[in-house]
């Protein structure tokens, strides 16, 4: 898909795919260009090249089939204050065609899915701002679509939402749902996502598992030890193992550099460990998708 703004290309070429019961991670730093891929993928945008199909249908030929399988999420609100939650998807439902029973049914999953089923009742402007876009994402839920668009559905909520939010998002992949998520955040892209496009300047610059895209950098991992005993011995232990590439002493912890640091270590540990020293502690620290960003780009993803 291609999209222009005047002389400016806000998404060149970006293209996307995603599987059922796949979360799908678009993420990238403010003006990237994820609402214009979203708004595309949406219907809501004509590509100015390019083509998108939901469920197999064409959003440019077949659109109301396209849309039928497509559930937005915007970062926008689209509820109605003055009525309660079960009362707004009530009345979104109808809107999708929903009867009886069945709008009756789907209503209640949809508030469990959400967690909002012990607040169903009262009006909605008096739910805090993560409530209130869970009861968002809900409505875009009700017509159980094939593949849900949440355009950074956690952006300013509270840590109990973003929690709530993040929680529903995995039983829906669960039930079987395409998901794409847009996020500036790397730890919602790491816990949530099945694979992950960096986006930046327009541009998906990789795409791939967390594993795979953090190979990108070459980057090395970190095991720090912290314990007691012999540390000085341990230093010199650990750093004799060929695979450790450095050793930093920091008072009862050593920091080390390895590569592939699941692989080495039980090594590490047995080096430490014979050389007298009491381990409390080990950790290890892989790179992240922040020193993919900066690798790939040259730039913090973070604003
Ligand atoms: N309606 C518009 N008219 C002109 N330029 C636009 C319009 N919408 C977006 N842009 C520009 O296109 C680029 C991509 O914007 P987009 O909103 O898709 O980014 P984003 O990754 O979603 O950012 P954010 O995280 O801030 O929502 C930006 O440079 C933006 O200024």
Sequence with gaps: MVHHFGSLIAVDEVSLRIEPGETVGL???????????????????????????????????EPMQAKR??????????????????????????????????????VTEVLELVGLQDRAKGPAKEFSGGMKRRLNIGIGLLHRPTLLILDEPTVG??????????????????EGMAVLYTTHYMEEAQRLCD??????????????TREELVSLTGGADTITLTGAGEV????????????????????????????GAA???????TAATRAGMELEDVQISRPDLESVFLHLTGKALRD
């Design 157 to 174: 909520v509270d840590p109990q939402s973003r929690n709530a939010i993040l929680e529903s998002v995995e039983a829906l992949t669960e």
């Design 232 to 259: 000085a011995e341990a230093e010199t232990a650990v750093a004799a193992l060929p695979q450790v590439q450095q050793v930093v002493r920091d008072g009862f912890c050593l920091h080390l550099t390895v590569r």
């Design 69 to 106: 399988h497509l559930g937005l999420v915007p970062q926008e609100l689209a509820i109605y204050p003055e009525i309660s939650a079960r009362d707004n998807l009530r009345f979104f439902g109808r809107l999708q065609g929903l009867r009886g029973t069945d709008l009756s049914r789907r």
């Design 27 to 61: 993420l990238g730093p403010n003006g990237a260009g994820k609402t214009t891929t979203i708004s595309m993928m949406a219907g809501l945008l004509t590509p100015d090249a390019g083509s998108v199909r939901v469920a197999g249908r064409s959003m440019l030929k």
């Design 195 to 208: 694979r992950i496009a960096i986006m930046d300047a327009g541009r998906v610059q990789a795409e791939g």
């Design 263 to 269: 692989a080495v270590v039980t090594q590490v540990v």
